[in-house]
């Protein structure tokens, strides 16, 4: 830190910031030079027990307010998002890393969440039957759950928390969201905008830290649902310990994407989009590929194309133009990385382009790794098998598209899985046997739109329904069944 004073981030709790009881502050890092940005409290279990009493005060109120009414602030949101898109993907790239274009799609990403959660009214209606005896009828409601939290990564500190904060509250609930401890800034501006909407104290909370905060959420009595995204250890233990406590969970979890390219696909855009995929974020994506696979004739021509395209990659600080890819997240991240591609080589893959230890001029201090490609890997060696959550793609070949599905299917993953062909049948026939809950059709990212849920299979989730749209509609209500008879003969009293 060198001396210099760096902001102490707050909570906001009830309508109030709050300086945090926390003992512990954590260095929140610029992933490109390794200076502290700010500070952020690992706040303890008693702030998360302060945020849900006070969220479930104001939850008595707002459940009581037209969602007609509630979305307003969400329009509201949107539009301020909209104002401070600039400021807020400055800030993704500061903390996060990736660059300035990806920290904006990231943030409009975010406001599509806002606009399909202002749909609220029609949403969340229930549904009803007449005459389902004689004279009897039948109706479901949907009714706001409570007080409900998220857990957020640190890869979209933008984008994630709207897969659920606007669903929850325009549905009637009230929310906390846990950012991740390396990536705070974010909501903490964001949570800024919140406020600035003039929703009602004690509706959106904003609480820092890291594990004791996450664990107080999951034991804590008033708080009804949890939804989590990160690694998929943390998402198992995640969702077993808050289904154990009574909660409705839903938990988002790690990666290994494959992509398969047939030798009557495009070249060029195959090439470019799969570029994009494997070093876009860094990696850091959990649709990001880390597999490409290709089948029969399509090894020379794809490989040779892919070696000349990663090498080309521009790596660098991605607050400047014409950087394409920037640092993965932090010093322990990028060791951790090396290590796998180390063992990777150990165990029998060629490194055709090997990006450890890059210098990159002027961040030497910074966690950078170049886009790295490993050729040859072993369908059962670490690589092949370990979500990396970076820049390295590594390569295999099969003569088959049957092989190609059956090693998409064996791995314990099914977060995403692409195909690239000029063939119907081909595309009708992966669609149908793959085994992932994000499909790609010559599309390398093939991340849901805010109206979809985004579908992950497998060890990538834990639960049934996951974030965003409709599945978000249902996570967020409880349906409650009125079943109604009327006695006929009232007309004789008047
Ligand atoms: P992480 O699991 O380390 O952390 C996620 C959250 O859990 C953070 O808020 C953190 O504070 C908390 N946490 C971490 N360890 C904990 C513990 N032991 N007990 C309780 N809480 C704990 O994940 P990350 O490194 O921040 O994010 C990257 C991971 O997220 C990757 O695996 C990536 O694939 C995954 N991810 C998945 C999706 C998806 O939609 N499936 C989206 C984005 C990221």
Request: glycine share 8%; proline share 6%.
């Amino acid at each position: 830190m060198g001396g210099v004073q760096t902001e102490r981030l707050q909570n906001y709790i009830n309508g109030q910031w709050q300086t945090s009881i926390a003992t512990e502050y954590l260095d929140v890092v610029n992933p490109a030079n390794n200076e502290v940005l700010a500070q952020v409290p690992l706040s303890p279990a008693s702030e998360i027990d302060q945020t849900a009493q006070a969220a479930a005060i104001a939850f008595q109120s707002w459940r009581r307010v037209p969602p007609t009414d509630r979305v307003q602030y969400l329009f509201k949101l949107k539009g301020l998002l909209e104002a401070n898109l600039d400021d807020l993907a400055r800030t993704i790239t500061l903390e996060c890393g990736k660059t300035f274009a990806e920290a904006k799609a990231e943030m409009q990403r975010a406001i599509e969440n806002v606009e399909v959660a202002c749909g609220i009214p029609m949403m969340m209606q229930g549904t009803n039957l007449e005459d389902i005896a004689r004279g009897i009828d039948e109706m479901m409601i949907r009714q706001p759950l409570g007080v409900a939290a998220a857990i957020a990564p640190f890869n979209f500190p933008g984008m994630i928390p709207f897969w659920f904060l606007p669903y929850a509250i325009a549905c009637g609930n009230t929310y906390i969201v846990k950012p991740s401890e390396k990536v705070p800034l974010t909501m903490y501006k964001v949570f800024q905008l919140l406020e600035k909407t003039g929703l009602p104290a004690g509706v959106v909370n904003l609480v820092n830290g890291a594990k004791e905060a996450v664990d107080a959420i999951l034991d804590h009595p008033v708080i009804r649902a949890v939804s989590f995204v990160g690694s998929s250890p943390v998402a198992r233990y995640v969702y077993s310990r808050a289904a154990a406590n009574g909660k409705r969970v839903q938990c988002q979890g790690g990666a290994k994407n494959p992509i398969i390219v047939l030798p009557d696909a495009d070249l060029e855009t195959t090439t470019r989009i799969t570029m994009d995929s494997a070093f876009g974020c860094a990696g850091q994506r959990c649709l990001a590929a880390s597999l490409m696979v290709t089948v029969g004739k399509a090894k020379e021509p794809f490989t040779e194309a892919i070696v000349e395209a990663t090498k080309a990659r521009v790596v660098g600080f991605g607050l400047e133009s014409g950087v394409q890819m920037g640092p993965v997240i932090n010093h322990p991240s990028r060791d951790r990385i090396e290590g796998l591609i180390q063992r990777g080589i150990d165990q029998g893959a060629k490194p055709i382009v090997d990006g450890r230890q890059p210098k990159i001029s002027g961040y030497e201090q910074g966690s950078f790794v170049r886009p790295t490609l490993l050729q040859d890997v072993a369908p059962d060696s670490e690589i092949a098998r370990t979500e990396v959550f970076g820049p390295v793609l590594g390569l295999m070949h099969v003569n088959t598209i049957d092989e190609a599905i059956a090693l998409v299917n064996r791995g314990v993953w099914g977060n995403m899985a692409c195909l690239f062909t000029s063939s119907g049948a081909a595309a009708r026939k992966f669609r149908y046997e793959a085994e992932a809950g994000n499909i790609g059709i010559n599309i390398g990212v093939a991340a849901p739109m805010a109206f979809f849920p985004f579908s992950g299979w497998k060890d990538s989730f834990f639960g049934d329904l996951h974030g965003q749209g409709a599945h978000a509609v249902e996570f967020f209500t409880q349906t409650k069944v009125v079943v109604e008879r009327w006695f006929s003969d009232w007309t004789r009293q008047f």
